[in-house]
């Protein structure tokens, strides 16, 4: 009987909780599909007497040079910052030396400095090897401002591997490069997957970066759907639309690999 009861309780803050999460998107995507003089602060709950796309054709328009700069950026940035975490995570993890266990704790360091106390030596750096304002500058910023998370989660993934069987590789003759390639990374598909996204989704959305080491046209999409609100006028219906653009890619990468996500967490949290 108490069963009867919890289980309507139950399903109704579930279906509060998701209209009070699904509301916003509602008003995003209601005003993008609006023509501007319906929208207003009054109506913003109401469904457009006519639907008019043009909103996403302008800000498409608007958005297009730097939303290729933003896939030039995170496609190198994600698969850079995935290898070589994999590689950090692998010797951490099965070719341990005397301090490694110290090196891998300075190199979780990293996770915990904020961005902007090394923003004035990072632009200096970057100027002085002739990187600043360029998106291989920013790949670099954000590969090796990723490696402290990558190299954690592989970290913790390959030690679910058996150490046994590194051993019966070495036996058979294989390397430290052989092992990797031939034995680590097939087994390692879903932890690659679940940093992809995880880089992907982060170095996609980041603004702070992207807007202080890139000017003009090499900036990613996020800088620019910034820009679009303009100075004075906000056309509300473009800048909804425009948001619902650069959020498409990383809806798609969810929604696609979304339960190889959850079952690479799963895979890395037996262990630590």
């Known amino acids: ?74 496609i190198p940035a994600t698969l850079l910052s995935a290898l070589l975490g994999a590689m950090n995570g692998y010797v951490l993890s099965k070719w341990k030396f005397k301090g490694s266990e110290l090196l891998f704790t300075v190199i979780l360091f990293g996770m915990f400095i904020p961005y902007q106390s090394i923003l004035i030596p990072l632009i200096q750096f970057l100027r002085n090897i002739e990187l600043y304002n360029t998106i291989p500058g920013l790949i670099l910023t954000h590969v090796v401002y990723g490696l402290p998370i990558t190299t954690l989660m592989f970290r913790n993934f390959y030690a679910n591997i058996p150490d046994t069987m590194i051993e019966a590789a070495k036996m058979d003759g294989a390397n430290f490069l052989g092992i990797f390639r031939h034995i680590i990374i097939p087994l390692s ?72 996500f959850v079952r690479g967490l799963l895979a890395g949290s037996v262990k630590g």
Do not use: C, H, R
């Open 1 to 74: 009987m108490a069963l009867n009861i919890w289980k309507p309780i139950k399903y109704t803050i579930l279906v509060i909780m998701a209209i009070l999460f699904l509301a916003p998107v509602y008003v995003i995507l209601v005003t993008s599909i609006k023509p501007l003089d319906e929208v207003s602060l009054e109506t913003m709950w109401e469904l457009p007497t006519s639907i008019d796309f043009s909103s996403y054709t302008e800000a498409f328009s608007e958005l297009a040079p730097n939303f290729m700069n933003s896939l030039y950026l995170v």
């Open 189 to 260: 598909i879903t932890g690659f997957v679940v940093v992809a996204i995880w880089q992907f989704t982060n170095i996609w959305n980041e603004f702070l970066f992207a807007v202080t080491i890139t000017t003009s046209d090499s900036q990613p999409i996020m800088v620019a759907l910034q820009n679009l609100s303009g100075s004075q006028i906000v056309q509300w219906n473009v800048q909804m639309a425009g948001a619902l653009l650069a959020a498409l890619p990383t809806l798609l990468v969810y929604i696609f690999l979304g339960k190889f």
